[in-house]
């Protein structure tokens, strides 16, 4: 049986707000954006990931502190490059780390508005081989309309 986590809750202080830090400057796809006047929920999905975020007003997702979700992790091909996009699109990262000269060993970070955390790790081998196999993520963007 597979048991593939999908959904990471993440606190945050401003709905708005964090729906443009991470679909505007981080670049993920804004899955959905429900509002009523009940609830306001949001999913965003990292491009080529099969997990994605989601916060809004509903009490399961305002049990965490805003800010409080530290060092959630992202994986790119390339470091260099994904640090750079982020910078284009004015959001503040460190700088490159190399923790071991191997691959999966390069790491930078950067964090929203409210100071949840992210490290981004370089591992080059999913150029060729990713998680989620790209026609597969096309096929579902695509049928998400």
């Known amino acids: 049986m597979d048991w593939t986590l999908e959904v990471v809750v993440l606190p945050v202080s401003d709905i708005e ?4 830090f991470y679909r505007d400057k981080v670049g993920f796809h804004l899955d959905h ?8 929920v949001t999913q965003l999905t990292p491009p080529g990931s ?3 975020i ?3 007003d509903l009490p399961a997702q305002k049990q965490m502190e805003p800010g409080s ?4 992790q992202l994986v ?4 260099a490059a994904a640090r750079q996009e982020l910078l284009d699109r004015g959001v503040e990262v460190t700088e490159l780390q190399v923790i071991a000269p191997s691959d999966g060993g390069t790491f930078f970070g950067f964090a929203d ?3 949840n955390s992210w490290a981004v790790q370089e591992i080059k081998a999913r150029a060729e081989n990713p998680l989620i196999a790209k026609d597969a993520n096309a096929r579902a963007w695509a ?3």
């Open 69 to 72: 979700m530290k060092s959630l």
């Open 76 to 79: 790119v091909a390339d470091a």
């Open 50 to 52: 099969g997990c994605s």
């Open 17 to 20: 707000r964090s729906i443009e």
């Open 54 to 56: 989601v916060f809004g």
């Open 143 to 145: 049928e998400q309309g």
């Open 113 to 115: 508005p409210d100071g």
């Open 33 to 40: 954006h429900t509002k009523n006047e009940h609830m306001s």
